[in-house]
């Protein structure tokens, strides 16, 4: 379903694809998946693919960091949302970043987490699918061929790294269930669902400021309070001449270094206790997890849901179960915040619990994007 204003390329016709394969992700089934599905699908629409099979966390990052990849017509990811991460960092490593991310990216489910793949699912109208019939329909879009825009979060950390991320970034509850379940791989998309029962039975609090940039406080205006004499450039504030080399980084207009205070206008949450914060930019959190019904692809928007404590186990888990249909909100839990944002800050109050980007861990610190 092409949202108005949104503007398709077309891969070329015969198409070399580059296939980036874990074969240890989720239940460990990509590679045979790959064989008995997609091949077939992808040889019938003259797509030739190249089989790239990880061996090692970071191999994909290198591989597309350092290679020549003019050879290929698409970058395609078989595996779970952690490995396209790796692929999105790798190209925005490169010198020639700005034309190597122009390369048209395809997500194939392979994992236990398969967000993105569900969320363009959706996004493509078709109805709620898992397993092979999601990887069937992923595979059916990329032999179609039509790609479109997706945007990225800048997300920086108080140690001085900076990650680019198409998915979320989490703390607290569901973070937890991400990495505390990762020793139930092998039961695929089911580890979810048993690692949120054991966090719930352990629930805990978090402290910290939670900060953000309201999406509300623009309406009718441009996307960011700016020199209205500064050139503009795609919604990012072009800096002077000369200080952006080529092949820098694009800056992060909207947000002041993380020692400062946030901008004035910026809205800092009264409450300081949470059980879980989420800054989410696609539709699905998981295969059965429709986080953000209102997300788009490319919707210049940040999806930031938080939970503040107090919230019951019984109220949490109802929560839960109506996020499977996206109705979590019509149950108006007083505890459950959601606002569309485009920059937040997060700042700990001690490094407790743990903090994921894509569904990766990092150390807990301050972090804005």
């Given at each position: 379903?092409?949202?108005?204003?949104?503007?398709?390329?077309?891969?070329?016709?015969?198409?070399?694809?580059?296939?980036?394969?874990?074969?240890?992700?989720?239940?460990?089934?990509?590679?045979?998946?790959?064989?008995?599905?997609?091949?077939?699908?992808?040889?019938?629409?003259?797509?030739?693919?190249?089989?790239?099979?990880?061996?090692?966390?970071?191999?994909?990052?290198?591989?597309?960091?350092?290679?020549?990849?003019?050879?290929?017509?698409?970058?395609?990811?078989?595996?779970?949302?952690?490995?396209?991460?790796?692929?999105?960092?790798?190209?925005?490593?490169?010198?020639?970043?700005?034309?190597?991310?122009?390369?048209?990216?395809?997500?194939?489910?392979?994992?236990?987490?398969?967000?993105?793949?569900?969320?363009?699912?959706?996004?493509?109208?078709?109805?709620?699918?898992?397993?092979?019939?999601?990887?069937?329909?992923?595979?059916?879009?990329?032999?179609?061929?039509?790609?479109?825009?997706?945007?990225?979060?800048?997300?920086?950390?108080?140690?001085?790294?900076?990650?680019?991320?198409?998915?979320?970034?989490?703390?607290?509850?569901?973070?937890?269930?991400?990495?505390?379940?990762?020793?139930?791989?092998?039961?695929?998309?089911?580890?979810?669902?048993?690692?949120?029962?054991?966090?719930?039975?352990?629930?805990?609090?978090?402290?910290?400021?939670?900060?953000?940039?309201?999406?509300?406080?623009?309406?009718?205006?441009?996307?960011?309070?700016?020199?209205?004499?500064?050139?503009?450039?795609?919604?990012?504030?072009?800096?002077?001449?000369?200080?952006?080399?080529?092949?820098?980084?694009?800056?992060?207009?909207?947000l002041v270094p993380l020692g400062q205070p946030v901008p004035a206008h910026w809205t800092v949450v009264p409450e300081e206790e949470f059980v879980l914060v989420y800054a989410i930019y696609q539709s699905h959190l998981g295969t059965n997890l429709l986080m953000a019904p209102a997300a788009r692809l490319h919707d210049g928007c940040i999806h930031l849901f938080y939970m503040k404590a107090g919230i019951s186990r019984v109220t949490l888990l109802k929560l839960f179960l109506a996020m499977s249909?996206?109705?979590?909100?019509?149950?108006?839990?007083?505890?459950?915040?959601?606002?569309?944002?485009?920059?937040?800050?997060?700042?700990?109050?001690?490094?407790?619990?743990?903090?994921?980007?894509?569904?990766?861990?990092?150390?807990?610190?301050?972090?804005?994007?």
């Open positions: 379903c092409p949202s108005p204003g949104d503007s398709y390329g077309v891969l070329p016709r015969p198409c070399h694809a580059l296939v980036l394969l874990n074969p240890q992700s989720g239940s460990g089934r990509a590679l045979d998946d790959f064989q008995a599905v997609v091949q077939p699908m992808l040889a019938e629409a003259d797509i030739a693919t190249t089989v790239f099979v990880t061996e090692r966390p970071h191999h994909a990052h290198e591989k597309v960091r350092d290679e020549d990849l003019s050879q290929w017509d698409t970058l395609v990811v078989m595996s779970g949302d952690g490995l396209l991460f790796e692929v999105v960092n790798g190209l925005m490593e490169r010198p020639d970043w700005k034309e190597a991310m122009k390369k048209p990216l395809c997500i194939l489910p392979g994992g236990s987490g398969n967000a993105l793949a569900a969320s363009i699912n959706y996004y493509a109208g078709y109805d709620h699918v898992a397993k092979k019939k999601l990887l069937t329909n992923c595979t059916f879009i990329l032999c179609k061929g039509l790609y479109t825009q997706m945007d990225l979060v800048s997300l920086s950390t108080a140690s001085g790294k900076r990650f680019f991320s198409f998915l979320g970034f989490g703390w607290g509850f569901i973070s937890d269930v991400d990495i505390d379940s990762e020793k139930y791989r092998w039961l695929g998309s089911a580890r979810f669902t048993l690692g949120t029962l054991q966090c719930l039975a352990k629930l805990r609090v978090y402290q910290g400021r939670l900060s953000y940039l309201p999406i509300a406080t623009e309406q009718g205006s441009s996307p960011a309070p700016r020199d209205p004499h500064a050139p503009v450039n795609n919604g990012h504030i072009l800096q002077p001449a000369g200080t952006e080399g080529p092949g820098s980084l694009p800056p992060d207009s909207l249909r996206g109705t979590h909100l019509d149950l108006n839990c007083p505890h459950l915040c959601y606002v569309p944002v485009r920059a937040f800050r997060l700042e700990p109050r001690v490094a407790a619990g743990i903090m994921t980007v894509d569904g990766e861990a990092l150390a807990c610190e301050p972090v804005q994007g």
